[in-house]
């Protein structure tokens, strides 16, 4: 199991607006793509994985955070194949794309980095507060939780940060469901939905232990719960708790095809597609070793392999 790299060094979920359409043939084996071939010796006692966490589209381009190289890697959508490295701060784990830009959180810089999706060229490093580590976009907005301050900050899309805001203890994804943030609060087993105009708690929810990320699917708010092994589905309106489904071991990332849910289990090194009306488990996938973060590119679904410096993807199947 793989859950303790996980929770020192955070996935982060991120991704733009949701588009909502079927994944290719909706498959049942994923592919694995290797990140790094780089070993650990004496004289470069770098870890054996690169540490994958985050996994991001542009709509062009796979993004993926490798933690342990401090660097984002690109991949062609079509291909699968690496395209080039690009360096930014401390412990990248959470990555969103908006627009033409993509934006990295750095955990132990305490920054994010913005780069141009088209060459991978640096725009901006902005300093935000101790420990970011998930992103969402509101359509207006940046949005950052800063884990290690139990805040989340709202920052321009020019990199200025107008305001910070109080959360639950230890936020650490976040999603926008049109009108609402919704903020995991992983160490009080509650998410939080905040008004984005001025950070105004509008609820509080309790959901399972461990909670850790996020997606909104267009109807539903979904959370897994990584010591509880299980999803929770929120109506976004009320609060209310429609339903809690049983997954694998150390549900993480979450990703939203259109017609089911993906779950990447940490624990188990498994994928699981979920009916998205019932929460019933319609397949279970091996995937990498240790899977975080998913991504839905429009076609295909991408995970990223904490543990086996790879991503996993519905690619060519």
């Known amino acids: 199991m793989l859950r303790l790299a996980g929770f020192l060094g955070v996935m982060a979920i991120s991704t733009g607006a949701l588009v909502l359409a079927p994944v290719h043939a909706q498959v049942s084996t994923l592919h694995e793509i290797a990140l790094t071939t780089t070993v650990t010796t004496a004289l470069s006692p770098m870890p054996d994985s690169s ?8 709509g062009t381009y796979i993004w993926v955070a490798e933690q342990f190289r401090n660097r984002v890697t690109r991949l062609d959508r079509l ?30 810089s305490d920054t994010v980095s913005k780069l141009r999706t088209t060459d991978g060229a640096l725009l901006a490093t902005i300093k935000v507060g101790d420990g970011p580590g998930g992103l969402a976009f509101d359509g207006t907005h940046v949005w950052v939780a800063n884990r290690n301050r139990n805040t989340v900050s709202k920052v321009s899309l020019d990199g200025a940060v107008l305001a910070t805001f109080r959360t639950g203890r230890r936020p650490m994804n976040m999603a926008f469901d049109g009108t609402a943030l919704w903020v995991v609060n ?7 939905k905040l008004r984005p105009s001025d950070g105004a708690v509008l609820d509080t929810v309790r959901v399972g232990e461990g909670p850790f990320g996020i997606v909104y699917d267009g109807a539903s708010i979904w959370v897994t719960n990584f010591f509880s092994q299980t999803v ?3 109506r976004p309106s009320d609060g209310a708790v429609l339903a809690t489904s049983r997954v694998g071991d150390g549900p993480a990332g979450l990703a939203a095809d259109g017609r089911t849910l993906w779950v990447a289990n940490n624990g188990s090194s498994t994928v699981m597609r979920l ?34 410096s790879s991503v996993s993807t519905t690619l060519g199947r």
Do not use: H, Q
Request: glycine share 14%; net charge neutral; with cysteine.
């Open 232 to 234: 929770t589905r929120i």
């Open 51 to 58: 540490g994958p966490e985050a996994v991001a589209s542009d």
């Open 186 to 192: 992983n160490m009080r087993n509650t998410v939080t």
């Open 275 to 308: 009916d998205r009306t019932t929460g019933a488990v319609l397949e279970t996938l091996n995937s990498g070793k240790g899977p975080f973060s998913i991504a839905f590119d429009g076609r295909n679904i991408w995970v990223a392999n904490f543990g086996g």
């Open 79 to 108: 291909t699968g194949l690496p395209l080039g490295s690009y360096p930014v701060g401390l412990r990248p784990v959470a990555l969103l794309c908006v627009g033409n830009t993509l934006w990295v959180a750095n955990l132990e």
